[in-house]
């Protein structure tokens, strides 16, 4: 009781407060209680104001655009079938060829002796063909006489049959030095262009050695790399749109064409091939490109940045704001795919409600907010 005294003694009656009429003590007392309850009512709580913005709608009608590059349809090196010293080049990178030009020579010394080698077998060969048939006509007209014994006759007609045999033989190495010979001289077999060098004059080449790399002209490929998880939505026939960025404002129609069996080992990504309907001359080899694959079953989604996206555990959620209270709620979501700067998510979240778009770790659940907008225009969602 004393210490309640010594407390409170700055709110007790001055000396001779007794003598006051009741009604007036009554009044005063009820003002101290009244003053000493407004001290201790704690304030309500101010609401806090949080970067939202409604989430807009996006479509998804098309996937992410991937990365690619053209192709020609058909790519291979050109390489000699013969071996030997490279003495011309007449082709450079980047040169447009036609078919039955001549692209690299080797030298063709050792071939022209092998050539000339077969020529004079086969000549020789073609001399006992003859004699070998002369002499099986005149002892097949002396057996007809018994001149002759019947083995002597068929020693003739084997050594016909063995010079006849020669002869043909000798024909088919004099086709094959021929081919040797031609085969010292590249010729491109088709329209293309050079994509690579790949051997200098002078050099040493074996048997099919690369010494080019030729694209065929023609039909044009897209290349794309995917990732494992995006695989699934991905099938042969698949229709994409390409965009070249040397060519803005231009889009040409493609389709999945090939999709690779296995996995890259380094990347762990999968080669998408996209042929171009109508790639046209202005579509050339190297050009970078975007592609947008299209979606079998458009699903509505929003487009949310990244910094909207928040972590419940393992499951990825956003911020809500209540249109009710005005109060934050934890909303788990679905991503469908994620981009460098945004995010696309699917279920769990409708266009139009307002969403944090940053500051996501900073609030928590049931707090009062108050929704502004971002400050600068860049930082409005994507």
Same mark, same amino acid.
């Given at each position: 009781?004393?210490?309640?005294?010594?407390? #409170?003694?700055?709110?007790?009656?001055?000396?001779?407060?007794?003598?006051?009429?009741?009604?007036?003590?009554?009044?005063?007392?009820?003002?101290?209680?009244?003053?000493?309850?407004?001290?201790?009512?704690?304030?309500?709580?101010?609401?806090?104001?949080?970067?939202?913005?409604?989430?807009?709608?996006?479509?998804? *009608?098309?996937?992410?655009?991937?990365?690619?590059?053209? #192709? *020609?349809?058909?790519?291979?090196?050109?390489?000699?079938?013969?071996?030997?010293?490279?003495?011309?080049?007449?082709?450079?990178?980047?040169?447009?060829? /036609?078919?039955?030009?001549?692209?690299?020579?080797?030298?063709?010394?050792?071939?022209?002796?092998?050539?000339?080698?077969?020529?004079?077998?086969?000549?020789?060969?073609?001399?006992?063909?003859?004699?070998?048939?002369?002499?099986?006509?005149?002892?097949?007209?002396?057996? !007809?006489?018994?001149?002759?014994?019947?083995?002597?006759?068929?020693?003739?007609?084997?050594?016909?049959?063995?010079?006849?045999?020669?002869?043909?033989?000798?024909?088919?190495?004099?086709?094959?030095?021929?081919?040797?010979?031609?085969?010292?001289?590249?010729?491109?077999?088709?329209?293309?262009?050079?994509?690579?060098?790949?051997?200098?004059?002078?050099?040493?080449?074996?048997?099919?050695?690369?010494?080019?790399?030729?694209?065929?002209?023609?039909?044009?490929?897209?290349?794309?790399?995917?990732?494992?998880?995006?695989?699934?939505?991905?099938?042969?026939?698949?229709?994409?749109?390409?965009?070249?960025?040397?060519?803005?404002?231009?889009?040409?129609?493609?389709?999945?064409?090939?999709?690779?069996?296995?996995?890259?080992?380094?990347?762990?990504?999968?080669?998408? !091939?996209?042929?171009?309907?109508?790639?046209?001359?202005?579509?050339?080899?190297?050009?970078?490109?975007?592609?947008?694959?299209?979606?079998?079953?458009?699903?509505?989604?929003?487009?949310?940045?990244?910094?909207?996206?928040?972590?419940?555990?393992?499951?990825?959620?956003?911020?809500?704001?209540?249109?009710?209270?005005?109060?934050?709620?934890?909303?788990?979501?679905?991503?469908?795919?994620?981009?460098?700067?945004?995010?696309?998510?699917?279920?769990?979240?409708?266009?139009?409600?307002?969403?944090?778009?940053?500051?996501?770790?900073?609030?928590?659940?049931?707090? /009062?907010?108050?929704?502004?907008?971002?400050?600068?225009?860049?930082?409005?969602?994507?």
């Amino acid at each position: 009781m004393q210490e309640w005294f010594v407390t #409170h003694r700055d709110v007790l009656p001055p000396p001779g407060f007794a003598a006051q009429p009741v009604w007036l003590v009554g009044a005063l007392a009820a003002l101290l209680l009244l003053s000493a309850c407004g001290r201790q009512a704690p304030a309500d709580e101010a609401a806090r104001p949080v970067i939202a913005m409604p989430a807009p709608l996006a479509d998804g *009608a098309a996937q992410e655009p991937y990365p690619g590059e053209v #192709h *020609a349809r058909y790519e291979m090196p050109l390489s000699f079938r013969v071996g030997g010293q490279l003495v011309a080049r007449q082709a450079r990178l980047g040169d447009v060829v /036609k078919q039955g030009q001549v692209l690299a020579q080797l030298d063709d010394a050792d071939a022209s002796r092998s050539l000339a080698a077969a020529q004079a077998a086969l000549e020789a060969a073609e001399h006992r063909l003859v004699f070998a048939i002369q002499q099986r006509d005149r002892d097949e007209a002396q057996a !007809k006489q018994n001149l002759i014994s019947q083995l002597q006759l068929e020693q003739t007609r084997d050594a016909y049959a063995s010079a006849l045999a020669s002869r043909d033989q000798a024909r088919q190495q004099l086709a094959l030095a021929r081919n040797q010979r031609r085969y010292t001289t590249l010729v491109a077999d088709r329209d293309g262009s050079i994509t690579s060098e790949q051997a200098e004059v002078g050099q040493v080449l074996a048997a099919g050695q690369a010494v080019f790399g030729f694209a065929w002209s023609g039909e044009r490929d897209v290349f794309i790399d995917v990732p494992e998880d995006r695989l699934a939505g991905i099938a042969v026939g698949q229709a994409a749109t390409v965009n070249l960025l040397a060519l803005p404002g231009h889009s040409f129609a493609a389709r999945v064409r090939e999709i690779a069996p296995a996995a890259d080992p380094q990347s762990r990504t999968y080669r998408i !091939k996209l042929g171009l309907d109508a790639p046209g001359p202005q579509v050339r080899l190297g050009m970078t490109a975007r592609v947008s694959l299209a979606v079998d079953h458009p699903r509505q989604a929003v487009r949310l940045p990244a910094t909207a996206l928040f972590h419940h555990g393992e499951q990825p959620a956003v911020w809500v704001v209540r249109p009710n209270d005005a109060t934050l709620e934890l909303r788990p979501v679905t991503v469908l795919r994620f981009g460098e700067r945004d995010v696309l998510v699917g279920e769990g979240l409708h266009a139009g409600e307002r969403v944090v778009m940053q500051g996501v770790h900073t609030v928590s659940a049931g707090e /009062k907010v108050v929704p502004v907008a971002p400050p600068h225009a860049e930082d409005a969602p994507l």
